[in-house]
């Protein structure tokens, strides 16, 4: 069974719905900063459709829980490398990260001005009004 629910970003659910990734991202830019934490046996056939598809891919590994430092080294390989899109692919480290990037990206300022509870109030603009965002799991 799948099902898919659209937001701010696009999630899909069910079994065999990763191969429809590269088809979507293509539709929306053209180089990704994919952030993972799976291995590479998981990630390796992602990784070759994307390019297949004339993709450039800038793969962004998490291991544990993103932190403010992991985040930061994201949002400036992404925008070192020109991304214009952010794929999270694997489980909640990835996808956290992921959406942390996305939003980072494309709102300025320092990332404390962002975070829960020790924020300086700073508002986060919905992905779908940046930088896009499709979270993979």
Not at 23 to 39: D, E, M
Not at 104 to 113: A, E, K, Q, S
Not at 119 to 134: C, E, M, N, Q
């Amino acid at each position: 069974m799948q099902f898919g629910f659209a937001t701010a970003t696009r999630i899909l659910f069910g079994a065999g719905t990763v191969r429809q990734l590269g088809g979507i991202a293509a539709s929306i830019g053209k180089c990704i900063l994919v952030v993972y934490n799976l291995p590479e046996a998981r990630t390796a056939p992602v990784f070759n459709d994307l390019t297949a598809r004339g993709l450039r891919v800038v793969p962004f590994a998490i291991n544990g829980e993103p932190t403010v430092t992991i985040v930061a080294e994201g949002v400036k390989l992404a925008d070192h490398n020109g991304c214009d899109l952010v794929v999270g692919f694997g489980g909640g480290s990835a996808i956290d990260g992921a959406k942390a990037v996305a939003a980072l990206t494309t709102n300025p300022g320092d990332i404390y001005n962002y975070l829960e509870v020790i924020a300086h109030g700073s508002v986060i603009f919905p992905a779908g009004l940046g930088k896009p965002l499709i979270r993979w799991v």
